[in-house]
């Protein structure tokens, strides 16, 4: 509980560190990516899953120092009749995240973002064969994440960008009926591309597109397994 605890007033003193008075802008975004999900050994298809399009969305308030506060939503749904085995599988996770953050500019056009905060996750890999449900592994947890993103501007309003997550989440695994209700899962999170910003009157107008590669240990079972997942990210965020 101490470790949690730090990790949420990590998040609130990056939130806080501006006044209400300084409010710059609310920032909204989507993100559509095309990710191919891997059971066994992360960052790979080797259970042949294909690639399957997932929505993630974003609304922030920045202050004019660059500090501020993020609401972000993932759902990912995967269902492929080809999966382990050869038979049914259907993957579901819904990711809660509500972190704080500072950007910064670091020299002349490079700029830094470090976030921290609170992430809630729900998971289930259910497999299936003809006799019906034969596999399940199910995890619902909440911890830390933590995040650094640096991006490098270009061709003037266009930015290459680099970005990694990592957290720790706590919480209650159902592996295959046995239930360990003090679990623990890592998660990391690596990515790249480019984002342009469009000025439109009073907002501001970002596209990207990008990768990322994702691996979460310890959601197979309570030690060792993993469960990755990578591909294509595109997006649009708007400022106002």
Known sequence: MTVFKSMTLAALTLASTAPLAMAQEFNLEIEGLNLAPSIADGFSDDDDLGREPSVRAKAGYTFSNGAGVRLQFWDMDVSYDQGQDGNLTEIQSRQLDLVGYNAFEVTPGLEFELSAGVRKLDFEDLNFADSGLTNT??????????????????????GIYGSFETAA???????NGSDDPQSLLSQ????????????????TTTLKVGYEAHQWTGIEDSSDG?????????????SF
């Open 169 to 175: 989440l706590f919480g209650d695994l159902v592996d």
């Open 188 to 203: 990391m999170a690596i990515g790249v591309g480019y984002e342009h910003s469009f000025a439109v009157g009073p907002t």
């Open 137 to 158: 592994h199910e995890f619902d947890g909440i911890g830390g994440v933590f995040g650094v993103k640096a991006t490098q501007a270009v061709f003037g309003n266009g």
């Open 226 to 238: 993993a469960f990755g997942f990578d591909g294509l990210v595109v997006g649009a965020a708007v």
